[in-house]
């Protein structure tokens, strides 16, 4: 992409919640990536374990901003773009911290921002372990059967080294234009405080004309070997599963996205879809999978 000068800004956002280790693994991957014109700002909502001051120590140029245990993914990610955005950056790199990065992966995001304006632009994630397993590139929403899904290799055709569009993008290593955020608005961190979050300002993006591309060129490895959503899903109660902020099926973060986006009507009919077929997945949870398990150890359920 040539000097710095030469370049646009970017800004990576990086919001955390403990997991220090984890964190300066991170940010030392970051420190090798090839592009030069980035700044770093993590977004420490409130952890406990010291990871601020392990950064600050280790990573002096990363800008720290804190919150007070209470932003979630979007708000503290709110936190990270307006100051980003109070400091010029052209561009907005959300991203997490459980990978470990490629050095060149921000060049492709950039050239494919560059050469489509009006666009957002996702890395190919790759499991951390199984390297040939891409466990996102792009999402998928199946309004009809109630499913919000990354797209996967392993379920999903993938054609190398094409560039491909999703229904939404993960808030995982996704270049974002500061004029976007300026146009419509930041993460709703009311309504989707943690989960579909990101998915809720893709399908705003995109009805606002926006594109969402995913770059095959760029690929980040990520390091959870389960997503956060099925960490959660096998975790929470069934109740849990509805109220609890940290769950993909909280009740106030689905209602917004089906109300607003769904294009069927009438939409409260297809939110109800979602959430048969996430009664039918811990009934098959418990009850079949569950005695299949038995079945196969020899024991009685």
Known sequence: MGTTHDQPKVTAVIPIFNNRDETLAFLGSMADVTY???????????STDGSAEAIAERFPAVKILRG???LWWSGATNLGVKDALKCDADFVL?????????????????ESAVNNPRSMVNSLI???QERDFITSFGGEIEWSVGEIRDRTSKRDSFVPDQLK?????????TLVPAHAYREIGLYDQISCPQYLGDAEFSLRARKAGYRLIVEPRSRILNKSAISGGT????????????TDRRS????????KVYR????????????????????????????????RRFFLRGEKP
Do not use: M, Q, W
């Open 165 to 173: 569009e999703g229904d939404f993008l993960t808030g995982n290593a």
């Open 260 to 291: 607003d986006y769904c294009p069927y009507h009438p939409f409260p009919l297809f939110l109800a879809i979602r959430y048969a077929r996430l009664i039918y997945t811990l009934f098959r949870r418990r009850f079949i999978d569950g005695k």
């Open 231 to 242: 960490a959660v899903l096998n975790r929470l109660s069934a109740t849990e599963l509805v």
């Open 94 to 110: 959300t991203i997490n911290n459980d990978n470990v990065v490629e050095s060149g992966f921000i060049e492709p995001l950039v």
């Open 126 to 128: 790759v499991d951390c």
């Open 248 to 255: 993909p099926f909280y009740s106030k973060a689905n209602y």
């Open 36 to 46: 030069d014109n980035l700044s770093l700002t993590v977004v420490d909502d409130g």
């Open 68 to 70: 007070d245990g209470n």
